[in-house]
């Protein structure tokens, strides 16, 4: 003890550098290096421009700015003992500097992330918020040679990808889990943005992987029981510049992308840029790692920023994606499974490499998401931000899946074994799902007395609109293992199209629902000192529910839902260690239900919206001047008013609103640079999930839904930032996975065996080209994913990239 009053007595003696760093127009400037000449001490720009640096001994320093196109700049500062000094820049672009610049101050996490607009829909540092997030830049993105959302989410603690995306409207885009609930990617910038092919991440700045029930400030609609998927996109900057891309590779995989931004060439120094024009744009093509199948996608992703004075932004973008492809494998089960004569996917009796189906069997998909923000400074401290998105996603094709036929099937008579693949399809006509959104958000930053506090009130309206048309019936029973056997004759893309023209009536299954959410919400951050603060939050949320037909017809009904939000935060040691503790709640409004004392024949009632409660806590560091940033977390999560299935003689069909679950575990995750050039990025999960109150076959038991229960991710980077060659850098981590019991009940348990997937990169970055390279799965890992479904994962693959800046 007396050795930690020491330590502290020490670090109060210490002074403090912080500022903002902008551009002449007031924009703030992301991930700028500052730097103490003559001493390892420096920091790097936050999202707002900001950037500290503590635990300085008195004296006088000299502070070094310098940026790539940037005229460098250089001041001295007088650090006073227990005291800040605040030393703001302003850059100002120079086009002749165009040679990497390496900074003073070698204290440089370039991976990690400490502050988020979106997370608490207002800038917060992650050691001041009391909920766990995770994110992934794109400084780890382009070392990885990632490209889509699927491969950035491997860097993401307590995540794991469960289907991928099938590109069917509304629901097609990839699903993933944490915390033991499924999520999909459906939010943008915070607010719709849903994808429903494969997402390019050629847009992309970060991803935002936000843990836990966050209905309070983000709604029930887009999010999960485990937390939610936030995109968070390019925008356009203050100078003139971009970067065209070409790759190639294993599977026949060809890309090439555009990075190109534009300014207004009439600003000068006196008269800033007020308008900016930003393009991402990439093709993408890849055939499947097995014999039939391939993926041909277009991103094209536009973004307009207008700043008609210092005190108004506008922005525009959009982003629009058109996909061709195969559906990836996807087997389901024959129940009980324990018939199917093997309980493991790697005990499956079939040919990891074949498809089982021939060619033709496409579908179109595209994906159109429009996007406008107004943000204006109605007072120094309080600002207003409008933001509307229109997202429309469409799809028409063939969508084939498969299950195993055990023999008993066939033949009554038979044990358990399996000789026999059941091929069947399920199609969309002309399919389209529209998300319409409009959020208006109030943000304050000011005190009260000696408190600070920083509010944000929200008003939210979200429209849902289906028109979805599901199509079937195409389909036959083909022998496993049989030398030579023809699979794409009866199978494909002609036999299919020519059995549905034959039909006068086809068994559709139609999707016309419709909804509309209208709230309010308030969040507040007060700080009772500069070490303690507490957050309380609060959502008013009408759902009112159109009704339509979800294979069947559905009740139209409506419901009022309060959210609550509450967190605490202390640092014993300001901005170096941050103990955190938050209570979070979501809910699902999950509509009409017949009890055990009706018949099928009565009216049914609407059921009480399902809650998610959860209390966690934990301790976040980010110490070593910023060399290592960490989060480690124990979070218990207890969802009630789950309707389960209890049938009584007169209605087979009858539910009670009395089912409970309950997820619990640890998570831990690590951004670290241990030594100038070495970086670590690392994340280990451990999730406890089980239905607590329900049918007696799963009561007690992990759900099939749940994913691992053990998962890890690790990446290590070497950079060399000096010498002849300098820019020169090589990575190398990858993912475990333990098994997952995807089907888990007392009559049978099928197993998703566990996996390591290793994967390596190497690049060589100067500032005019980048040549980049990667590996992935380099042990050519047999592993399979899903949940109540397996789908066989991509073999060894190697790729090449080619880029160049100006």
Wanted: proline share 4%; no cysteine; net charge neutral.
């Amino acid at each position: 003890m007396l050795l930690f009053t020491l330590s502290l007595s020490a670090h109060a003696q210490k002074g403090v550098v912080q500022g903002r760093i902008t551009t002449v127009g007031g924009l703030p400037i992301v991930g700028v290096s500052i730097g103490i000449k003559g001493t390892s001490k420096g920091a790097n720009t936050d999202n707002s421009g900001n950037y500290r640096i503590g635990g300085l001994q008195p004296g006088t320093y000299t502070l070094g700015v310098r940026l790539v196109g940037y005229t460098t700049q250089e001041r001295p500062v007088q650090v006073v003992a227990g005291q800040t000094s605040s030393q703001d820049f302003q850059l100002t672009e120079n086009t002749e500097q165009l040679n990497e610049v390496v900074v003073e101050g070698s204290a440089i996490n370039r991976f990690a992330r400490k502050e988020s607009e979106y997370v608490s829909k207002m800038p917060l540092k992650n050691l001041e918020n009391p909920q766990v997030y995770a994110t992934v830049g794109k400084e780890l993105l382009t070392e990885q040679l990632v490209f889509t959302v699927d491969d950035a989410i491997r860097n993401a603690p307590g995540v794991q990808r469960m289907w991928e995306a099938t590109g069917r409207a509304g629901d097609g885009g990839s699903f993933y889990n944490s915390r033991g609930f499924v999520v999909s990617s459906q939010l943008r910038n915070g607010i719709a943005g849903n994808v429903t092919s494969d997402i390019d991440a050629v847009n992309l700045e970060r991803l935002e992987v936000i843990k836990g029930p966050s209905a309070t400030l983000y709604g029930s609609s887009l999010t999960s029981y485990g937390g939610l998927l936030n995109r968070v996109t390019k925008r356009p900057t203050d100078s003139f510049g971009g970067e065209i891309s070409v790759a190639g590779g294993s599977y026949g995989f060809h890309r090439i992308s555009a990075d190109v931004n534009l300014v207004d060439p009439t600003a000068t120094d006196n008269k800033p840029k007020a308008l900016a024009f930003r393009l991402n744009t990439a093709y993408n093509y890849e055939d499947n790692f097995q014999n039939e199948g391939f993926g041909k996608n277009l991103a094209v992703a536009p973004s307009l920023t207008f700043r008609p004075s210092d005190r108004l932004t506008i922005n525009l973008d959009a982003e629009l994606y058109q996909s061709r492809n195969v559906g990836k494998q996807l087997i389901f089960f024959y129940y009980p499974a324990a018939q199917l004569g093997f309980d493991r996917a790697d005990q499956a009796p079939i040919d990891y490499r074949n498809s089982y189906m021939g060619n033709g069997l496409t579908q179109q998909s595209r994906s159109a998401n429009f996007f406008g923000q107004v943000n204006y400074q109605i007072a120094p401290g309080f600002t207003s931000s409008t933001n509307l998105t229109s997202s429309h996603s469409y799809s028409n094709g063939f969508g084939p899946y498969f299950y195993f036929l055990p023999d008993v099937a066939l033949d009554s008579t038979a044990g358990p074994g399996t000789h026999n693949l059941t091929r069947a399809d399920q199609s969309t006509n002309n399919s389209s799902n529209q998300v319409f959104e409009v959020q208006q958000l109030f943000n304050g930053d000011f005190k009260v007395g000696n408190l600070r506090n920083r509010v944000v009130l929200g008003l939210d309206f979200l429209r849902v609109d289906s028109d979805i048309e599901f199509f079937g019936g195409a389909g036959d029973v083909v022998p496993l293992n049989v030398p030579g056997y023809n699979y794409g004759s009866r199978f494909n893309g002609d036999s299919l199209t020519a059995f549905y023209n034959s039909q006068t009536t086809k068994s559709t299954y139609p999707i016309t629902t419709k909804s509309n959410t209208y709230s309010a919400f308030v969040s507040d951050v007060l700080n009772l000192t500069d070490k303690l603060s507490v957050l309380a939050a609060l959502r008013l949320d009408h759902y009112d529910n159109k009704g339509g037909i979800l294979y069947t017809p559905v009740k139209a009904y409506s419901q009022t839902t309060l959210s609550p939000k509450f967190g605490v935060v202390f640092q014993p040691v300001l901005d170096r260690v941050s103990l955190f503790a938050n209570y979070q709640n979501s809910f699902i409004n999950r509509g009409a239900y017949l009890g055990v004392d009706q018949l099928p024949t009565d009216a049914a009632r609407i059921a009480k919206p399902e809650q998610a409660n959860q209390m966690e806590g934990g301790v976040k560091l980010d110490a070593a001047n910023g060399k290592i940033s960490a989060t480690v977390s124990y979070y218990d999560i207890r969802v009630k008013n789950i309707l389960r299935t209890t049938p009584t003689l007169t209605n087979p069909q009858a539910q009670t609103q009395n089912g409970t679950q309950l997820s619990k575990g640890v998570e831990l995750s690590l951004i670290a640079n241990p030594v100038q050039g070495f970086n670590v990025v690392a994340g280990f999960s451990y999730n406890d999930s089980k239905l607590t109150r329900t049918t007696e076959d799963v009561n007690g038991r992990r759900p099939g839904t749940a994913s691992s229960p053990y998962l890890a991710n690790l990446w290590l980077s070497y950079r060399l930032s000096e010498g002849a060659l300098r820019g020169l850098g090589l990575g190398a981590g990858g993912n475990y996975a333990s098994d997952n019991k995807i089907v888990n009940t007392t009559a049978s348990v099928f197993t998703l065996p566990s996996y390591t997937v290793l994967n390596a990169s190497i690049y060589y970055d100067q500032p005019k080209f980048r040549v980049s390279a990667k590996v992935d799965n380099f042990t050519n890992e047999h592993y399979w994913i899903g949940y109540t479904t397996m789908s066989p994962q991509k073999l060894r693959s190697i790729i090449g990239s080619v880029s160049y800046k100006f």
